[in-house]
């Protein structure tokens, strides 16, 4: 039966570092990241974010303006 061990992967606060192998990486670097900040914004805590967009993703607001906080789904209906 396979040992279980603990394994810590903290979150690489000083980013992307391309210089070396992903083997050798320097203490909290990552060679590879997508989408991600150090910080958190809303909450203004160091725990790794999403990026916020660029651009809008869809022409129509939902929410009238307050933020969507979790969406299952949505169904839009037109009305004749």
């Not at 979790?70 to 004749?80: D, F, L, Y």
Request: glycine share 8%; with cysteine; hydrophobic share 35%.
């Amino acid at each position: 039966m396979a040992r279980k061990s603990i394994i810590t992967l903290p979150f690489p606060l000083k980013g992307i570092n391309k210089n070396y192998a992903q083997s050798d990486q320097p203490n909290l670097t990552s060679p590879a990241m997508q989408n991600v900040r150090p910080s958190d914004v809303m909450e203004n805590r160091v725990r790794g974010g999403q990026r916020p967009g660029l651009k809008r993703q869809y022409p129509v607001c939902i929410g009238n303006g307050k933020p969507v906080v979790a969406i299952a789904e949505v169904t839009i209906v037109e009305v004749s």
